[in-house]
């Protein structure tokens, strides 16, 4: 199993001589194990001229970057849909798939610090918002028929518990470091279990999906949704029982305390002792 990597191309807060905004490319490896140390996963940088936004730049400073890194990623993920052209051909050059995807948890934490302490000291940086587009998000989906009708339960473990992953049986899923949200080992983390006797074909199709975050809707009842990729989301279940509303808000609300972080598990039973399907995700605000 070969790494993925997360990618950020775009405007930067800082103008050339000839006062247009410098574009950077960031290239980071993406931590898919609890123990991962964030400091040591890869990373690139490099400033691109405005004059040379365009996709064979991209695709040779990402050959640059797998040159240095030893080794080409089996995917590359990113957020920004604007980019989604320019990112996917320069990718589709080198032989890599480009997914868009909101699980770019270490390329945000790594921009946010860039925005605060490089940015600033560069010649020609413009202080304030360095805007992204932002762009319709489309209504949640149905789950698909074969999917539908399983049963499910809100849960939650310590982040000590959830230290032991590695430790369990899990078929599909994908960590991060615990430690990425400054969290205690006592801090409790929400989840969502979901049941079903189809459970490895329903985790098998969820790993597919690139996992964002599960979110509380009360727009229109109280419902549970699935984001995932860049905008798409899914309905996993509509919640019309009043003491399992009360259990949605706990579960919204413990995961705002747990700076966002949450998982999601998918078992055969409530008796099984593993997961066809184990995700720790946290929802972010992206840039």
């Known amino acids: 199993m070969g790494s993925i990597w997360e990618i950020d191309f775009y405007s930067r807060p800082i103008l050339d001589e000839n006062q247009k905004k410098v574009w950077e490319v960031l290239v980071c490896e993406s931590p898919s194990d609890i123990r991962a140390q964030t400091d040591a996963v890869f990373r690139y940088a490099q400033y691109c001229p405005s004059t040379q936004v365009n996709s064979g730049w991209l695709r040779t400073a990402l050959q640059e970057a797998i040159d240095k890194a030893g080794e080409a990623p089996i995917k590359i993920r990113f957020f920004r849909r604007q980019m989604n052209n320019m990112i996917t051909k320069a990718c589709q ?137 860049a905008t798409e989301s899914w309905i996993l279940a509509n919640i019309k029982n009043p003491q399992t509303v009360v259990e949605a808000k706990g579960f919204a609300e413990a995961k705002e305390k747990a700076n966002g972080v949450h998982f999601v598990g998918i078992q055969s039973s409530p008796q099984a002792e593993s997961f066809a399907g184990f995700w720790l995700l946290q929802e972010v605000a992206l840039p």
């Open 93 to 229: 050059d080198l032989g890599i798939p480009a997914q868009p995807s909101r699980r770019t948890l270490v390329l945000n934490q790594w921009l946010q610090q860039r925005m605060e302490e490089v940015y600033p000291q560069e010649p020609g940086y413009q202080g304030g918002t360095n805007p992204s587009v932002r762009l319709e998000s489309p209504l949640p989906q149905r789950l698909p028929d074969a999917l539908e009708g399983q049963q499910w339960v809100f849960v939650s473990l310590s982040a000590a518990d959830l230290a032991e992953m590695p430790e369990w049986d899990i078929g599909f899923g994908e960590a991060f470091p615990i430690e990425m949200a400054k969290l205690s080992p006592e801090s409790r983390i929400p989840g969502v279990l979901i049941f079903s006797p189809r459970a490895l074909p329903l985790a098998g199709w969820m790993s597919g999906l690139e996992l964002a975050f599960l979110r509380v809707d009360t727009s229109a009842g109280t419902r549970l949704i699935l984001e995932t990729g």
